[in-house]
């Protein structure tokens, strides 16, 4: 068994997801369960999900993680936002591993030496590694992985800072070039719309959610743009697109959307959440 000295320790257990790691293993379980999947057909190329606490959020995410439930991938690549104010556009864990309730999952360091070779050749941008950053979006992912994967494997953790398309289709493309060939799962993590009324909020959801399910990064900036539709982690959310078509993902299923007010009950201002699922068909 390898030893991991150096460990991103969880500043979000117990506050955004449950902290006891019995009771956070048969809460996450719970939500696969309950997840009612629609009929789809080819290989998982990637999932996307939401990154609310679980409270709010896990109910959806459990549809994105339902779909990989039992796969057994070397390496899943997580893409999510950064919502704290470094002044990077991409940035990592300078850690070697991720610490939660159910256990520590390696940073594949080797990944990410590759990623940023071709994010320096393609955009002239590095990947900056910092350490204990407080960023939830990564990391309240990472349960889900542990239950719902089967056996050992390495995180790719990227998280976005930038929301511009190029910085997107260059981490896409990159991101596809260090996974190409490899036993490897996409993750996107983002939410949608943000404090909205109940109405106002499945309106923007739906055009956010018709430009994914229509496989369209494109799109789903000038959704953003226009006002149309919203997702906090469009930069994420866009570059896993791009590296899907990639890796030759043609089709995207819309898997659940819901809302914080279908928990709470407040339906005066809420937050979209959505999980999709991308495969590869043909």
């Known amino acids: 068994m390898n030893i991991v000295s150096d460990i991103r320790p969880s500043p979000i257990a117990g506050t955004w997801y449950e902290g006891h790691p019995k009771t956070l293993a048969e809460e996450i379980d719970r939500y ?13 190329i990637a999932v996307i999900a939401p990154h609310a606490g679980h409270r709010y959020s896990g109910a959806v995410a459990g549809y994105a993680f339902a779909a990989v439930r039992g796969r057994s991938p070397g390496l899943v690549a997580v893409i999510s936002a950064m919502h704290h104010p470094y002044h990077q556009a991409l940035l990592t864990t300078s850690h070697d591993a991720y610490a939660t309730p159910l256990g520590n999952i ?8 590759s990623l940023d070779a071709a994010l320096m050749t393609d955009l002239g ?3 900056s590694p910092i350490a204990n950053d407080p960023e939830h979006s990564l990391e309240i992912e990472l349960p889900f992985l542990q239950r719902s994967l089967v056996g050992e494997f390495t995180l790719l953790p990227v998280m976005v800072r930038a929301q511009e398309p190029k910085v997107s ?3 896409g493309k990159a991101l596809a070039s260090v996974l190409r060939g490899q036993d490897a799962l996409l ?5 949608l719309s943000h404090f909205y009324t109940q109405a106002v909020a499945n309106a923007l959801d739906a055009e956010m959610l018709a430009q994914i399910e229509a ?27 791009w590296a899907a078509q990639e890796l030759e993902a ?23 959440y959505g999980a999709a ?4 068909t043909r």
């Open 106 to 113: 390696p940073v594949d360091k080797q990944a990410i030496a």
């Open 187 to 191: 993750v996107a993590s983002t939410d």
């Open 277 to 280: 699922v991308v495969l590869k």
């Open 215 to 241: 496989f369209s990064p494109d799109g789903a900036f000038e959704a953003e743009k226009s006002g149309k539709g919203s997702a906090c982690g469009l930069g994420a959310l866009a570059a896993v697109l």
């Open 125 to 127: 941008i590095h990947l």
């Open 169 to 171: 289709k260059g981490l």
């Open 32 to 44: 696969l369960d309950q997840a009612k999947l629609p009929e789809f057909s080819g290989t998982v």
């Open 250 to 272: 043609d089709t995207v299923k819309i898997l659940h959307h819901a809302t914080s007010g279908d928990v709470t009950g407040d339906f005066s201002s809420v937050v979209g």
